[in-house]
């Protein structure tokens, strides 16, 4: 591994110019979803659910239990309400494609709406609407309006899990962190800096205004090939940029000026500083991969060394593998090694594999991803294995 390292800190890239324009391009889209609220829908999304809406979904594919209605409620996701009414929640276009008509972007679904579920021969829908008590069991569907108290239309899946990953988790592809600006000095010679301190930084700001600072960035191998696939940095917090440094006649260097806004642990001397960028998580809702895909986890996110459910993953596949944000993959545990003592002479065997999991990815590099573990029956650890649901 010390190799690979060594190998790829000669291949440095410029940090700014990358992580300006992808901060500028999420800035763009940030901006195009405040004026209209409409997150992406892919093709094969899309024509599930026309498919569905009409013809609907098969009553096996429905889950065990799954209501004849449903009101939507503050803190539910789209992610809780596919599994009351499908058996796999990830097949989620069919739930939408079931209500096709009246959810038109199926990323809206908001507190105070009603999910009336219809079975009809072998088939089943979802409307939504208000139930009238008239005769025949039959479901009328009529305006209802929406509750005006709500913050907004509910997540993909819980939130509170991924927040703090959303911005604070970076992958890069190469060690050029290394090159990025750095704290140089503190006042008063201060070894420890928090919230409101300021900080003297040297480096090519191009007076950006909001930074993000990092330390120790540890590269992530991926398990099959021992390749270094990226870089992972420590998150410290945030800082602004406070007042340009200057080089002045006599030659005295005097460094920019930044305030520390935001603190997740103590910053010091050397710590780098890389462009922050607008929270880049739109409302995906899970779906699976259009095609087969498999990898193995990397690395646990933090100190951990075993990780379960809630908790945050790396993986050793990304965009450049088809890997996209809403992807819900299944996590495998290995089969174990055993013995068949039942025919005279013992025989090693190797059990099957057996699927114990669910991963949502909700963050996308070229090389690798960061996933939420939905569920799982054991510990995971670096090297398990994952594939399309």
Do not use: C
């Amino acid at each position: 591994m010390t190799r690979n390292v060594r190998a790829l800190r000669r291949v440095r890239q410029p940090l700014l110019a990358s992580i300006a324009a992808a901060a500028a391009a999420v800035s763009l889209n940030a901006g195009a979803l405040a004026a209209e609220p409409n997150f992406p829908i892919t093709p094969q999304q899309r024509s599930t659910a026309q498919q569905v809406a009409q013809q609907g979904v098969a009553l096996s594919e429905l889950a065990p239990n799954a209501p004849d209605s449903y009101t939507v409620k503050s803190g539910d996701t789209l992610w809780g309400i596919s599994s009351m009414f499908l058996k796999s929640p990830w097949r989620w276009p069919e739930l939408w494609g079931m209500n096709l008509d009246q959810i038109r972007n199926p990323h809206l679904i908001y507190p105070g709406q009603t999910l009336f579920l219809e079975r009809s021969g072998d088939r089943a829908r979802l409307r939504m609407g208000a139930a009238d008590a008239g005769g025949g069991g039959t479901v009328k569907l009529s305006p209802r309006v929406r509750d005006t108290g709500a913050a907004g239309a509910i997540s993909s899946v819980p939130l509170r899990f991924i927040e703090g990953f959303l911005n604070e988790a970076v992958i890069f592809d190469t060690d050029a962190l290394e090159g990025a600006p750095r704290i140089v000095a503190t006042p008063e010679n201060r070894v420890l800096l928090s919230r409101g301190d300021l900080a003297y930084v040297r480096g090519d700001l191009h007076d950006i205004r909001d930074w993000r600072m990092y330390r120790s960035p540890k590269p992530l191998v991926d398990p099959d090939t021992d390749q270094v696939l990226g870089y992972e940095a420590v998150y410290v917090g945030s800082a602004e940029y406070v007042r340009p440094g200057e080089v002045r006649a006599n030659g005295d260097i005097v460094p920019a000026t930044f305030s520390i806004r935001s603190i997740k642990q103590e910053a010091n001397v050397g710590d780098r500083l890389a462009p922050s960028s607008p929270n880049d998580f739109a409302n995906i809702a899970p779906h699976s991969p259009q095609g087969a895909i498999s990898g193995r986890i990397v690395s646990v996110y933090g100190d951990a060394v075993t990780a379960g459910q809630n908790q945050i993953v790396a993986l050793n596949r990304g965009a450049r593998d088809g890997l996209e944000r809403g992807h819900v993959l299944a996590l495998w545990r290995d089969g174990v090694y055993s013995r068949d003592t039942t025919q005279g002479v013992p025989q090693t065997i190797k059990l099957p594999d057996e699927r114990h999991g669910l991963l949502f990815v909700f963050r996308v590099f070229d090389k690798m991803s960061y996933a939420l573990i939905l569920n799982v029956q054991e510990p995971v650890t670096a090297g398990d294995r994952f594939t399309q649901p």
